[in-house]
């Protein structure tokens, strides 16, 4: 059934539930703001969510290591390792397949890995989409020795050459390997059809015949509906597809060595069969070491569309029992659940199986289907009957309840592999995962710890802001600074007063555990009696018109020094500073208009540990310029300036100088900056008498820098610039606030 039109029906029977008086809740629902499991790698430019489709299983357990297909963002998709002791998936950098379009099933074998890769095109009963001739189906097999997986000669073979919703493989007892799928055709004009499509490679997949259709009776569902393969019973295939319009999951099974597409070689029955009964969510497990040969299967129905019953079954396990050669029929979850996409995992030393499948986040229903969390339930093998509700929560995204589509392996897991599955949060583009060993339960984990800090470097006194940066919901935050100080809040600020070199250390904590994470903080002796220093200079004009100025960071500038920057530009353009610098002086205009005139720009920085080399500020139409930048060492790095900034313009073109007023100083030892502009690129600036020049632009529009140590605190007097020739002028001032 197409998707929108589930919502829809489903959103009008939450509706009659609620005002009939039934409420569709469920006591075993997780927190939102908990979180399960482990977040991944982030992912981006895949059309799919990547850890789809519903019958696909995109992990296999292998020489002692879980390992998957997974979108590498800019690249395609790789093989992954878990690497379980670090809680990260490792990319071993093998490449299968480029195209962003796709999805796939993988199949270990004990000697080979095998994954059919085939392109999506995903259809529903609304909007019925053709397969797309031309988009080959791919099947890569790979052999494995000494911990590396290598692609085998001759492969990728080709198994199909049209696209396709779903796609799944197996292998019989002759090494044959089997493919499924449904293909659908048609127009609006004729009407569509949907076959399900079956396909058998020569031993090790090495070559593929033509494409058949499943020679049955009436293989022929909605346009919605796809199709699985299971070998089971170490000699028998066989295909389960739903079929929405008739209510029924078809279950076609054949002996391996009979002839493929002979119908005489096919057995077909529903495995279940009634109204609402079917819908286009099914995975198939096989038990190939019971000698019976029974095969599970996790079928969803769409009896929340068609019954206005919260106690009908919403997913159901479905048993095939070879010695009956029959089905029975166990209910996994509730319509009231409001749950969707199931898997199955079969825990052979436990006689268990394990169900999964995505569930709202918190209680209530808006329409099954919704992403959420990833539930878990379990039942005996033998006798499988699950508990009430939607199980318990094996991944959650405490701050985004966006969860779904999860998967797992085809395999049976035991004591060595534990249990593994991996889901992802599409709208966050990221891969999540809960690994345990077996027979322990699921639950919230530990948060990994994570903080930045800037300053990491500088002067004392050096204040230092910390900013958490932890993931997997922590509820409690520890902080220890090195010199004896601590705090429990999120994102202290703390400030070192003595040189040192310091471990600054986080332990974030919620339920489940808690982690630690470490920086090195340097703190090295300030100037003497807090002196403010020049410590480096940089310059840059442009004599033609761009629409940004770049300036080079001083090469000896340090983490904790204060950069002060001084733009002059042509006409009157406007200016987007780079992130973190503070304006002092923005737009100071020197009869500035779209035809004349100048307009000064100053900015302050602190330098953190990983600035750029240089920094590049935006200008709104292109101009002519001319800037510089000077270090300075010592200053307060939370309150660099010591006093107001102030300025002067004079527009007469008939001046030779420019006065600045007086400002007054709070601290000892301040450093006095000032500087001037005019509307011309011709230089000839002399600084007040007792400053520094610390640099001029020499071209572009004149801008220039200079400073003055004020030893005590109070009143400067004034400061006059003087130049060669008449000009039309800007200047500015201020001070800068020693660290000590």
């Known amino acids: 059934m197409n998707s929108t039109t589930k919502r829809l029906l489903s959103q009008v029977f939450a509706f009659c539930l609620a005002v009939g008086g039934t409420a569709v809740v469920t006591s075993t629902a997780a927190q939102a703001a908990t979180t399960y499991g482990i977040q991944s790698i982030s992912y981006s430019g895949v059309a799919n969510p990547p850890t789809s489709d519903k019958p696909q299983s995109k992990l296999w357990w292998n020489d002692g290591s879980w390992w998957a297909d997974m979108w590498t963002t800019g690249s395609g998709w790789h093989i992954y390792r878990l690497d379980r002791a670090a809680k990260k998936w490792v990319d071993t950098g093998l490449r299968n397949d480029s195209r962003a379009n796709n999805l796939a099933d993988t199949l270990w074998d004990g000697s080979h890995l095998y994954i059919a890769s085939h392109v999506v095109t995903v259809s529903g009963d609304a909007a019925p989409k053709p397969s797309v001739s031309g988009q080959p189906a791919k099947l890569y097999r790979y052999s494995y020795a000494a911990g590396k997986y290598t692609l085998d000669a001759g492969f990728p073979t080709t198994i199909t050459n049209n696209s396709s919703e779903s796609m799944t493989i197996d292998q019989d007892s002759t090494g044959a390997i089997w493919a499924t799928w449904t293909q659908v055709a048609g127009n609006s004009s004729s009407g569509y059809t949907n076959t399900v499509h079956v396909n058998a490679s020569a031993p090790g997949g090495t070559s593929w015949p033509a494409p058949f259709v499943l020679p049955v009776s009436n293989p022929r569902p909605g346009p919605d509906d796809i199709s699985a393969v299971v070998s089971y019973g170490n000699n028998k295939i066989g295909v389960m597809w739903s079929d929405q319009p008739n209510g029924a999951m078809w279950w076609a099974t054949r002996t391996d060595g009979t002839a493929p597409t002979a119908t005489s070689s096919w057995r077909v029955q529903p495995a279940v069969k009634s109204t609402g009964q079917a819908d286009d969510h099914l995975n198939l497990k096989a038990l190939l070491a019971d000698p019976s040969g029974r095969v599970y299967a996790a079928a969803k129905t769409s009896l929340d569309v068609t019954s206005s019953d919260p106690t009908r079954p919403q997913l159901q396990l479905l048993v095939f029992k070879p010695g009956t050669g029959s089905f029975t029929q166990s209910t996994n979850a509730t319509v009231g659940d409001c749950v969707t996409r199931p898997q199955i995992l079969l825990d052979t030393k436990n006689n268990t199986v394990h169900a999964f499948h995505t569930a709202p986040s918190t209680s209530g229903c808006a329409f099954s289907g919704a992403a959420g969390s990833i539930y878990e339930k379990t039942a005996s093998m033998d006798d499988p009957v699950f508990g009430a509700g939607r199980g318990t929560p094996v991944i959650q995204d405490g701050s985004s309840a966006n969860i779904n589509d999860v998967t797992t392996t085809k395999q049976a897991v035991n004591s060595s592999t534990g249990i593994v599955v991996m889901a992802t949060n599409h709208v966050t583009r990221r891969y999540w995962y809960s690994d345990r060993p077996l027979g322990t339960a699921p639950g919230p984990t530990a948060p990994v710890a994570s903080f930045t800090a800037s300053p990491t470097s500088g002067t004392a006194p050096l204040p230092v802001s910390f900013t958490d940066a932890s993931t997997g919901s922590p509820t409690s935050w520890s ?65 033609t018109a761009t629409p940004s100025v770049a300036l080079t960071r001083p090469t000896a500038a340090a983490a904790g020094d204060v950069l002060v920057a001084s733009i002059t530009t042509d006409l009157n353009p406007s200016v987007t500073a780079p992130a973190g610098w503070t304006a002092m002086v923005n737009g100071l205009s020197v009869n500035s208009s779209s035809s004349s005139g100048a307009r000064i720009f100053t900015y302050y920085r602190v330098v953190g540990a990983s600035d750029p080399a240089s920094y590049t500020w935006n200008l709104g139409t292109s101009a002519k310029w001319g800037g510089g930048i000077t270090a300075y060492r010592g200053v307060n790095q939370a309150t660099p300036l010591d006093s107001p900034v102030v300025t002067a313009v004079d527009t007469s073109y008939a001046a030779t100088s420019i006065t600045l007023p007086s400002i007054t100083t709070a601290s000892n030892g301040a450093m006095l900056i000032g500087g001037i502009g005019y509307d011309s690129g011709t230089p000839g600036t002399t600084p007040p008498s007792g400053w520094t020049e610390r640099w001029e632009a020499a071209g572009g529009q004149i801008a220039q820098a200079a400073d003055r140590p004020q030893a005590a605190a109070g009143a400067t007097g004034t400061a006059t610039w003087t130049f060669s020739t008449v000009k039309a002028s800007g200047a500015w001032r201020a001070a800068l606030k020693p660290a000590g």
């Open 479 to 543: 902080w220890t600074f090195g010199d004896g100080g601590t705090s429990t809040s999120r994102s202290p600020s703390h400030q070192y007063s003595a040189a040192g070199t310091y471990t600054a250390t986080l332990t974030a904590a919620n339920s489940a555990g808690s982690t630690s994470a470490s920086a090195t903080i340097t703190v090295t002796a300030g100037g003497s009696s807090g002196a403010v220093t020049a410590v480096g200079t940089s310059t840059s004009s442009s004599t």
